[in-house]
T-cell receptor, first 113, second 112 residues
Framework: EAGVAQSPRYKIIEKRQSVAFWCNPI?????LYWYQQILGQGPKLLIQ????????DSQLPKDRFSAERLKGVDSTLKIQPAKLEDSAVYLC???????????FGQGTRLTVV | GENVEQHPSTLSVQEGDSAVIKCTYS??????FPWYKQELGKGPQLIID?????GEKKDQRIAVTLNKTAKHFSLHITETQPEDSAVYFC???????????FGKGTMLLVSP
């Protein structure tokens, strides 16, 4: 069974630039999550999708972050404009349904300089 | 919302020793408690989980215990090996209702 795929693995951008991350969840998984993991901390949920609908985006900085999952499969997370404090690993995860076992991708390490 | 506290933040043991990591949670409605292992440059990987209707679960050298009354759960690793070195995260969730809340992680270092 293929796991959660994310790209790119690494990204370095200057502050105020924009960046986008892509995630392909495990086939058949209805729930998709984007987490932000700052160095030395646990993952923090940014947004959760159930199929193509948003379930929870309460911790997403909506003035600069956006995410979509148009067809209920792949998802993209965008940051525009980026700030230095956005430097982190962005993890995508998926689960068969909300609250069931979540599988994580390898993450995208973002460095904002 | 849920708050998960995890201790210790770092743990160094000798190969063959046991390691214990403890977590507490705040929301008594939480009923699913997974543990993740994260190796350098990789995403978290589920290693064991426990549901609120069970007090203990074991899988080879790894075990998890849950005390619902005290709202704490622990990960126990016996006969540690250098390949157990990683960051371990506990998490809590109300299954089917809420999203995972993670602890801050424990860096486990197993010295040969």
């Amino acid at each position: 069974e293929a796991g959660v795929a994310q790209s790119p693995r690494y990204k370095i951008i200057e502050k105020r630039q924009s960046v986008a991350f892509w995630c392909n969840p495990i086939s058949g998984h209805a729930t998709l999550y984007w987490y932000q993991q700052i160095l030395g901390q646990g993952p923090k949920l940014l947004i959760q999708f159930q199929n193509n609908g948003v379930v929870d985006d309460s911790q997403l900085p909506k003035d600069r972050f956006s995410a979509e999952r148009l067809k209920g499969v792949d998802s993209t997370l965008k940051i525009q404009p980026a700030k230095l404090e956005d430097s982190a690993v962005y993890l995508c995860a998926s689960s068969f349904r909300q609250g069931s076992e979540a599988f994580f991708g390898q993450g995208t390490r973002l460095t904002v300089v | 919302g849920e708050n998960v506290e995890q201790h210790p933040s770092t743990l160094s043991v000798q190969e063959g020793d046991s390691a214990v990591i403890k977590c507490t949670y705040s929301d008594s409605a939480s009923n699913y408690f997974p543990w993740y292992k994260q190796e350098l440059g990789k995403g978290p990987q589920l290693i064991i989980d426990i549901r609120s209707n069970v007090g203990e679960k074991k899988d080879q050298r790894i075990a998890v215990t849950l005390n619902k009354t005290a709202k704490h759960f622990s990960l126990h690793i016996t006969e540690t090996q250098p390949e157990d070195s990683a960051v371990y995260f506990c998490a809590a969730i109300i299954s089917g209702y809420s999203t995972l809340t993670f602890g801050k992680g424990t860096m486990l270092l197993v010295s040969p």
